[in-house]
């Protein structure tokens, strides 16, 4: 049981299957939830897994877990997400189910007997291309409410019931997934780092030690467009420059007062945008994240004072509607040591750090102990084309998860 190993190039073969499905001629993989690629993404896992002789299952967000009994019911899961960006990468999401379907099959090809039963699952819309970052684990995890549901719009315009009855779901059946839930005693994910450090430091292997929480706001500045010829500048009210201003000042002030905290201005929109009109407004996106629940709770109400004192300055108005939020968590520290010593035991060099993007790992802190573990990215790139990762540090990720499904679902 000490030495087993994954059969790595069967999760090769997976791995280069599933990046076919949703292949963009633009691009990349486009696998938004449930559009046509990410349901046959859905239909193609659902054979695998009753390929390896697991139990398939899916409960009412949609969310695809595949079983192997254990001696008692309570359950050591592993997963992540099918779903992709748009022009997304092939590794984001995939690689954490990839390689837990992995595991679970190598485990019963050996006729593991463990007390613990193992699940690998694939939660629904964890980019949020529907509304909201990780409808998939939050539904599981029981924090989504049904109205919330029904009122919800999607970013492509249509509201969220109607997508979910295209895939045979509805509010209600999400809404109550967490009624399905078994009790789960250890939730394990795999993740591309999305970020340079470990490439930088030459490491294989990244342990997760703490996932940053979010705000995100979509927010306006608004003022009074003009003619670009014959308003003279000290009369405009020009919503751009209220949001230039905001934006360097918001800058400065994260870096000086909150060092290692990040703002982010995503996404702008100018109205009426017209290169001979003085834009009237400016709607964009606000993102806010932080380590720490307190640092983000302080990000969040000093910058939202900010936007306000600079529109307030310059004959605006600001507007603000909060979007999304999740809270930092810390990660479990037995898992986290537990996941380090299987490191030492396999040889494998290791580098703790946290992590600055959401996973669904971190919504799942809220209903059972969870740990993460990162591959390098290379260039530190993900959700474009051009995301990728070195297989041999795939490879080592994948038996150090072995290790700890077996460790864990062995207590
Ligand atoms: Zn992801």
Known sequence: MN?????????????????????????????????????????????????????????????????????????????????????????DGSIGILAALECLRRIKEENLS????????????????????????????????????????????HSLEEILQKAGLSAETVAQASQERPEV????????????????????IGLVSAIAGKRYYQASFVGRAGHAGTTPLELRQDAFIGLADFALKANQLTLRKYEGNTVTIGRVMLKPGSFSIVPGQADFTLDMRSLDGQSLKAIEEELLKLASEVASTRGLSFFSQLMDGTEPVVISEAVLNRLKNLCQELGYQYLTLPSGAGHDAQIMAAVCPVGMVFIPSVDGISHTPEEAINYEDLEKAANLLLRTLISLASE
């Not at 993404?41 to 254990?70: H, K, M, S, T, Y």
């Not at 949020?128 to 599981?140: E, H, I, K, M, P």
């Not at 994910?189 to 030459?202: A, D, F, R, S, T």
Request: aromatic share 6%.
């Open 3 to 91: 030495d087993l190993k994954v059969n790595f190039e069967r999760l090769l073969k997976d791995l280069e299957e599933l990046g076919k499905i949703g292949q963009d001629p633009l691009g990349g993989v486009s696998r938004p939830s449930f559009s046509l690629p990410d349901l046959e993404a859905r239909r193609w896992l659902q054979q695998r897994i009753e390929q390896a002789g697991l139990v398939c299952r899916q409960d009412g967000a949609g969310n695809i877990f595949g079983c192997l009994p254990g001696k008692n019911p309570q359950v050591v899961m592993a997963g992540s997400h099918l779903d992709t960006v748009i022009n997304g990468g092939r590794y």
């Open 114 to 157: 463990l007390n613990k039963t193992l699940e690998m699952v694939s939660f629904t819309d964890e980019e949020g291309n529907l509304v909201g970052d990780f409808l998939g684990s939050r539904a599981f995890t029981g924090q989504l409410q049904v109205e919330q549901l029904k009122n919800a719009r999607t970013q492509f315009g």
């Open 185 to 204: 005693s250890a939730y394990l994910e795999i993740h591309i780092e999305q970020g340079p450090v470990l490439e930088e430091e030459g490491v294989a």
